[in-house]
């Protein structure tokens, strides 16, 4: 069965300092690959998305991931963290195959120390 | 343009009772999704619409859940009796239905209804 994994449920930086959140998935057909972001009171808001084109994506707010199909990873990064980005951050799969149904990792909450 | 919204943004009830969930997707969004978030796992897949059609439901936990699309606009899910495990956040997104058959496309979701169960 597909499932998505995300590394560390809370993850601490200092501001300015660089942001990594671990995606691992396992999927037997190729998927598409996300990052939503969940900032408090808010809904889902997509970060960045892998749709089969180039393996580095880049997203918004200054976000990207890189698709590795070797290592059956997706890991988010930022250069440099800002108070802002502190938020909950979710991986999720879908296929064409599967309603294109998202399968969401467990979240990684990203809190930023001044 | 309007997101998806969702009412109500909370709601409290007690064991045995009935809640009906709304969701209004992005106008013109054929693709409906319903999602479930339970306290510390991971957000869930519970049912997929194209427009009025059940198009996916193998994420319903049990028949206590009845989602309906009429008219292939708003959604309603109703949890009819409540149970304590049903407490949790409810998400809902919608996407567009592209010209080439294909479904995907990114999904919009909504703030959610937080469910409390008591």
């Given amino acids: 069965a597909q499932s998505v994994t995300q590394l560390g449920s809370h993850v601490s930086v200092s501001e300015g300092a660089l942001v990594l959140l671990r995606c691992n998935y396992s999927s037997s057909v190729p998927p598409y690959l996300f990052w939503y972001v969940q900032y408090p009171n808010q809904g889902l808001q997509l970060l960045l998305k892998y749709t089969s ?8 707010n200054g976000f990207e991931a890189e698709f590795k199909k070797s290592e059956t990873s997706f890991h988010l990064t930022k250069p440099s963290a800002h108070m802002s980005d502190a938020a909950e951050y979710f991986c999720a799969v879908s296929w064409m195959d599967s309603s294109y149904k998202l399968i969401f990792g467990s979240g990684t909450r990203l809190l930023v120390r001044p | ?43 869930k897949f519970l049912l997929h619409f194209v427009k009025e059609s059940k198009q996916d439901e193998s994420g319903m936990p049990n028949n206590r859940f009845l989602a309906e699309r009429t008219g292939g606009t708003y959604s309603t899910l109703k949890v009819q009796p409540a149970e304590l495990e049903d407490s ?7 996407s567009q239905e592209l010209p080439n058959g294909f479904s995907y496309n990114e999904q919009f979701f909504g703030p959610g209804t937080r469910l409390t169960v008591l």
């Fill in chain 2, 1 to 43: 343009e309007a997101g998806v919204t969702q009412f109500p943004s909370h709601s409290v009830i007690e064991k045995g009772q009935t809640v009906t969930l709304r969701c209004d997707p992005i106008s013109g969004h054929d693709n409906l999704y319903w999602y479930r978030r339970v306290m510390g796992k991971e957000i």
């Fill in chain 2, 88 to 94: 949790g956040v409810y998400f809902c997104a919608s």
């Fill in chain 1, 53 to 60: 084109a180039a393996t580095l994506v880049k997203g918004i």
